[in-house]
């Protein structure tokens, strides 16, 4: 069941967030598809920890300052939140551009992370790869083409859509452009401060991502030192959703491992 | 009323089969489509078209710029102004426009409008647009710095023009330790600026301002949204507290003058569609990259503009809406005369090539338009 919704705020910024579940916290940023739904797969999570999951500024219901002008001030700015949060050090946890924005916190400071788990992030291109213009898709092509499972690809469409949930939608779009347009969805400087990861990393990524396919994952397991790699068939870009339960019990079974 | 000749140089040998199996006739339109020895002819003829229009008694010819497109054929507008100074003697050559944001270095554009204004003798219409969304696909620029880097860009080239150098620019987007433009516009103190525009509110607004009075240049609206916009822009230069003049706003549209109404719909009639509906539409996600215009400007635009590129408007639709004058010298004199008394507007820019209508009857149009049309609102 989803938990109620709080409110974090740091400076000039009121976070939406979702507080669920009890143990040590695991901090859980979403994608540029926005604040998620929560689903079986934070169930999961939840039994056995607490799942900590805020919206990102600018996206959804969170007014978004202008001074977040890129992946950079994103960073800066969860870095400020994690001081603010007072839950000691997180489980960091951020899925594709979460994922990359989990990433560039963890190069600047892993100070407040026990480990990282980045599944299917942005931040890292691979040359000669393109990866999929979610900027170009249609509507119906972005749901499509996140999934394997097209089933599911089939129910969301089906979902009629409230002016409230087109508002946040188009939120979303706009933060993601900020985020991600050009250089499109990677940022050149990762790469090469990769080494400063610090703490325990798994990458998780989908087989069959038409967004970033999952080669995608070879230079971030080249460029964190001992970072492990996890590829889970019949998947898509949106792995928490695709294969929930894989995901889930992957993300499981790296936590327990340590 | 000022006239100007326009023209967008569509690639009219476009197989349209082959445009219809791509999302749009932009951006991802493959470039195999387009045949050098055929696009080669297409230029001369638009060319000729342009500096015909001198003889005709015009007053302006003018092109424009777009990218990655068989809608039209000029990523680089300046070169063909270029070629039509030499062609012309009398006219002046608007560019309408330039695209400021795609840019990333604005005074490259504040030096060949320099030029083209020294090259003409002072000739140079100058216009600002940011570019359609599709451009930001081409470009990569990203949308959401669009507005941004459109006003710093402006502001650089005015400046480049008017302040003298050398000066130093400081801004977000652009920044220059020695601006000094060599060579300094002919026109003193600059070129005049028209900027062509869907009505976006935030830009009436801006191009009213007291500061700037640009021409304000409605395109491919139906007469019903021209008249909007053409009122918010003059209701806006009365909130700054002041009268515009009937030359700071422009309406550009399709033309299309023949005997008779029926004449004219039989021979333009498919021209027109193939604008609207070939080289034209786009899906949103192409046409409004997010950020492009402010949320609410999308959410307006997006209900104002639903059916683009969903359906394919026929000639008629097009016709009643006053999205294209099609008719006989007397209806297009008519909806000429009832735009000037609904908005004042004393400046129209014509397209009288359209879509894939042929040379042929580009020609005959243009001098029926010249001898039918224009002379009446010359009184």
């Not at chain 2, 638009?46 to 777009?66: R, W």
């Not at chain 2, 060579?183 to 070129?191: A, C, E, K, N, T």
């Not at chain 2, 909130?239 to 299309?256: I, K, L, N, T």
Request: proline letters at 7%; glycine letters at 8%; one cysteine or more.
């Amino acid at each position: 069941m989803a938990p109620p919704i709080q409110r974090h705020k740091v400076r000039d910024i009121e976070a939406r967030m979702m507080r669920a579940g009890s143990g040590a916290p695991l901090l859980f940023l979403h994608s540029a598809g926005g604040f998620p739904v929560w689903t079986p797969f934070f169930d999961k999570l939840a039994a056995q920890y607490e799942v900590i999951i805020p919206e990102h500024p600018g996206f959804g219901d969170t007014a978004g300052p202008a001074w977040i002008r890129n992946i950079g001030d994103m960073a800066m700015y969860y870095l400020d939140f994690l001081d603010t949060l007072g839950v000691g050090k997180v489980h960091l946890v951020g899925h594709s551009l979460g994922g990359w924005t989990a990433a560039e916190v963890a190069i600047r400071n892993c100070g407040h992370l026990k480990d990282l788990t980045l599944i299917a992030p942005a931040g890292l291109r691979v040359k000669g790869v393109p990866s999929g213009d979610n900027f170009i898709w249609s509507a119906e092509e972005s749901v499509r083409n996140m999934f394997h499972n097209q089933k599911i690809a089939d129910a969301i469409l089906a979902m009629p859509q409230s002016e409230e949930d087109m508002d946040r939608a188009l939120a979303n779009r706009f933060m993601a452009a900020r985020m991600g347009w050009e250089p499109r969805w990677h940022d050149p400087a990762l790469a090469r401060w990769l080494h400063r990861v610090s703490v325990p990393t798994q990458i998780i990524w989908g087989a069959n991502d038409k967004l970033f396919p999952s080669v995608y994952s070879e230079p971030w397991k080249q460029g964190i030192p001992g970072a492990r790699v996890e590829i889970i068939p019949e998947c898509g870009h949106a792995v928490t959703a695709d294969k929930g339960d894989a995901c889930a019990a992957t993300i499981l079974s790296f936590l327990a491992g340590r | 009323m000022q006239f100007t000749c326009f023209t967008l140089m569509p690639y009219r040998p476009l197989d349209m089969e082959a445009r219809h199996k791509e999302r749009s006739a932009w951006v991802v339109l493959p470039n195999r489509l387009y045949d050098p020895v055929k696009g080669a002819d297409e230029y001369e003829s638009y060319i000729n078209q342009l500096a015909y229009a001198e003889e005709l008694g015009f007053d302006n010819i003018g092109v424009n710029e777009h990218h990655q497109t068989a809608y039209g054929m000029m990523p680089a507008p300046n070169l063909i102004a270029s070629a039509l100074i030499q062609r012309t003697k009398r006219v002046k050559i608007a560019v309408l426009g330039r695209a400021l944001p795609l840019s990333n270095n604005p005074l490259f554009i504040a030096e060949e409008f320099a030029m083209l204004d020294n090259m003409s003798r002072g000739r140079l219409i100058a216009g600002f647009v940011r570019g359609i969304g599709t451009e930001y696909h081409a470009t990569g620029v990203n949308p959401v710095f669009s507005h941004e880097r459109f006003h710093e860009a402006h502001d650089l080239i005015v400046q480049a023009w008017t302040k003298p150098g050398p000066f130093e620019f400081e801004g977000d987007h652009y920044n220059f330790k020695y601006v000094n433009c060599w060579p300094r516009p002919y026109q003193q103190p600059r070129p005049q600026i028209w900027v062509p525009s869907q009505g976006s509110s935030e830009t009436v607004k801006w191009a009213a301002d007291p500061s700037r009075k640009y021409q304000f240049l409605v395109t491919f609206s139906s007469a019903e949204l021209v008249t909007r916009y053409l009122n918010a822009y003059r209701t806006q230069a009365r909130e700054f507290g002041y009268e515009p003049s009937g030359d700071q706003m422009g309406w550009a549209v399709p033309v299309y003058v023949a005997d008779t109404d029926e004449r004219a719909k039989a021979e333009a009639g498919r021209a027109i569609e193939s604008l609207f509906g070939d080289y034209l539409p786009n899906p949103w996600e192409m046409l409004l990259p997010p950020g492009y215009t402010s949320m609410s400007s999308m959410k307006t635009t997006m209900k104002l503009r639903s059916s683009l590129g969903k359906v394919r408007p026929t000639a008629d639709q097009l016709i009643d809406s006053g999205t294209a004058l099609i008719g006989s010298p007397a209806t297009v004199r008519r909806k000429i005369s009832e735009m000037v008394d609904r908005t004042g507007v004393n400046s129209l820019v014509t397209m009288l090539q359209f879509g894939v209508l042929p040379d042929d009857l580009t020609k005959r149009n243009m001098e029926m338009f010249a001898s039918e049309v224009m002379p009446h609102f010359r009184k």
